[in-house]
Nanobody, 119 residues
């Protein structure tokens, strides 16, 4: 099992910045990637960004490319999502999740953290 705990959500004005953290624990040696997802009211959960646990390679949704940056601190087993140039449409509950090696989907999820961007 892998446990994930998000923090850092809150209220930010449009154009502002916010950094989310995802503390990862448990069987971290089984992880292939950690991703950030978000879900706005009435919408389905959508992919935001992911980072490869071993080599740090990253991948972003087009909607956040150039504005958000995913990174990780190996010593702290923490994954970050730096959100810059935020927009009201970024308002959502943000979740981090872990995808294990040989898995085809993300199976371990955090509880989520609310991000609200005011216009």
């Amino acid at each position: 099992q892998v446990q994930l705990v998000e923090s850092g959500g809150g209220l930010v004005q449009a154009g502002g910045s916010l950094r989310l953290s995802c503390a990862v624990s448990g069987r971290t040696f089984t992880i292939h990637a950690v991703g950030w997802f978000r879900q706005a009211p009435g919408n389905e959960r959508e992919f935001v960004a992911q980072i490869n646990w071993s080599d740090g390679s990253t991948y972003y949704a087009n909607s956040v490319k150039g504005r958000f940056t995913i990174s990780k601190d190996n010593a702290k087993s923490t994954v970050y999502l730096q959100m810059n140039s935020t927009k009201p449409e970024d308002t959502a509950v943000y979740y981090c999740a872990a995808r294990r090696r040989l898995a085809t989907r993300y199976e371990d999820w955090g509880q989520g953290t609310q991000v609200t961007v005011s216009s």
